[in-house]
């Protein structure tokens, strides 16, 4: 079947502009992750959901970052006045039991 | 705070010879260590993943070694391949976070003709 999708593949935005970024999870999978992945650097975790539990956010960098998820379907990641540090590739990953399959990414720059 | 530690951070290896990238982990209780695999402009992938109770496993050419007391893992590439040319990453979840993967920093492997 389909992998993770994310959309859009690339956004170029300008400092201060509120971003959205959409992960559609393979069907099926009860847990959804978010991650952020600087230029040559590991992944940093952002925030989990799983099922109808109430999300983990404790990866969250600030206030500007949420993330929404609607049952066990598409989630939205929104970063509300982007700086320039926020530049890097958004990761979204889900999964129904251990393994996390990943989707390809987008990729956040802010002028 | 890093709690898993990667090694080496880049790594050329011949064709057919071996990689090998180490990972060691402090403070937290981890139940689980995977080993992803991403090449570039891609997701990362699971490339093959360990429990603690186990101190070793083999999938094909790729084996990781597990030492509970050391708290170290590591992931062996036999016979490496031009094919197996991408950015390794070692993982450890946490017993008491089961959604916040801890990764390392990543190994870019370069494995030459």
């Known amino acids: 079947g389909a992998g993770v999708s994310q959309s859009p593949s690339n956004k170029v935005t300008e400092k201060g502009k509120d971003v959205e970024l959409r992960c559609d999870p393979i069907?099926?999978?009860?847990?959804l992750y978010w991650y952020r992945q600087r230029l040559g650097q590991g992944l940093e975790f952002l925030i989990y959901?799983?099922?109808?539990?109430?999300?983990?956010k404790s990866g969250l960098p600030s206030d500007r970052f949420s993330a929404e998820r609607t049952g066990e379907s598409v989630s939205t990641l929104t970063i509300q006045r982007t700086q320039q540090e926020d530049s890097a590739v958004y990761l979204c990953?889900?999964?129904?039991?251990?393994?996390?399959?990943f989707g390809p990414g987008t990729r956040l720059t802010v002028l | 705070q890093q709690q898993v530690k990667q090694s080496p951070q880049s790594l050329i290896v011949q064709k057919g010879g071996i990689s090998i990238i180490n990972c060691a982990y402090e403070?937290?209780?981890?139940?689980?260590f995977p080993w992803y695999q991403q090449f570039p402009g891609k997701g990362p992938a699971l490339l093959i993943a360990?429990?603690?109770?186990?101190s070793e496993k083999k999938e094909g050419r790729f084996t990781i070694s597990f030492n509970k007391s050391a708290k170290q893992f590591s992931l062996h590439i036999m016979d490496s391949q031009p094919g197996d040319s991408a950015t390794y990453f070692c993982?450890?979840?946490?017993?008491?976070?089961?959604?916040?993967?801890?990764f390392g920093a990543g190994t870019q492997v370069v494995v030459t003709p």
């Open positions: 993982a450890a979840r946490p017993t008491d976070s089961w959604g916040k993967l801890q």
């Open positions: 403070n937290t209780a981890f139940d689980y």
């Open positions: 069907s099926g999978h009860t847990a």
């Open positions: 360990i429990r603690p109770d186990v």
């Open positions: 959901f799983q099922g109808n539990s109430a999300p983990d």
């Open positions: 990953a889900s999964s129904k039991s251990d393994t996390q399959y």
